[in-house]
């Protein structure tokens, strides 16, 4: 754990409220079509069994149940309940058959069979131990079948011209998160987590979208952050709710991407996908 590590916080800092329930829809918004290509690059294709770590509701479940088809199957792993009924209604409404959801812990679930990939997108950083985890996701994989994370470097966000609320955001979130023991990096990590997890050289696929204006989709994310770590940011001493001003901070925010029509950079999220060997040593 890093030496700046103030108070190790071992619960899942983000929760399952409502308001971060909408913060990972804007995130599938604006992540949509990397996510897809992370999948497609990692080789999930029709008939595979797939499972989806730290599932949350549903969003990267929904994209590989997509991919594998009715031939294939997909089940998605949340230690949180409420992630899980959003996730079933979204299968539902898209009714995909093939795709299930259980309540588990990654580091403990096992799947009722081998699977042909194991994918989880945004669960390494939340993790104490990202190596253990991917060692034990090439586990739950056939030989020769695929280990596919992706992760984001929360350093990379930004705009142009700089919006004095989201400087301070920046300042609120990244502290809050590293005092935690959380990475804020993770997505420049992943190719090193891969290598000491004893898997090869992974594929990497990146992007960091931008977007313009009062209107963009990621100016939700920044404000559902600050909502979502509003707890853990307080017990950390790193800012109190008065300074945020949490309830009025993504009007305020848009406020000032209008006034100074400014470009939004969505975080840099990298996915990173290798296949385990086909012979166990
Ligand atoms: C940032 S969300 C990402 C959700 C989803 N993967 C996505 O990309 O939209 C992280 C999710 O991991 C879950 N989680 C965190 N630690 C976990 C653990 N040890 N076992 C199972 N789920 C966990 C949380 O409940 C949350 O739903």
Redesign the pocket.
């Known amino acids: 754990m890093d030496d700046d590590v103030v108070h190790p916080v071992r619960e899942?800092v983000?929760g399952?409220t409502d308001p971060e329930m909408a913060r990972?829809a804007a995130?599938?918004r604006v992540y949509g079509a990397m996510?897809g290509a992370w999948l497609d690059a990692a080789g999930v294709r029709p008939g595979m069994r797939v499972a989806?770590?730290?599932?949350?509701?549903?969003?990267?479940a929904l994209a590989a149940a997509r991919r594998v088809g009715p031939t294939g199957s997909v089940v998605g792993?949340?230690?949180?309940a409420r992630?899980l009924v959003r996730a079933r209604r979204r299968a539902e409404e898209e009714r995909l058959a093939t795709v299930t959801f259980e309540r588990?812990?990654?580091?403990s679930?096992e799947p009722a069979e081998p699977l042909d990939a194991v994918v989880?997108?945004?669960?390494l950083m939340?993790?104490p131990d990202p190596v253990a985890a991917v060692v034990r996701a090439a586990k739950l994989v056939r030989p020769g079948g695929i280990v596919a994370f992706?992760d984001v470097a929360l350093t990379t966000r930004g705009s142009l011209p700089e919006l004095p609320l989201l400087t301070s955001y920046l300042e609120w979130f990244l502290e809050t998160l590293r005092r935690a023991g959380r990475s804020v990096d993770m997505a420049l990590r992943l190719a090193a987590v891969f290598a000491a997890a004893g898997l090869p050289s992974p594929v990497l696929t990146s992007a960091a979208p931008a977007e313009r204006g009062g209107d963009a989709v990621g100016w939700s994310i920044v404000a559902g952050d600050l909502t979502s770590l509003l707890p853990v940011i307080e017990r950390l001493g790193v800012a109190t709710a008065v300074t945020i001003g949490p309830d009025m901070f993504e009007q305020r925010l848009r406020a000032q991407a209008t006034a100074h029509d400014a470009v939004l950079l969505n975080p840099l999220v990298v996915g990173a996908s290798a296949r385990t060997p086909l012979s166990r040593a």
Do not use: E, K, N, Q
Not at 104 to 107: E, I, K, M, Y
Not at 120 to 123: H, N, P, T, V
């Open positions: 899942y983000l399952s990972l995130i599938s996510t989806d770590l730290g599932c949350g509701p549903g969003d990267v792993v949340d230690d949180a992630p588990g812990d990654v580091l679930w989880g997108r945004f669960i939340h993790l992706a």
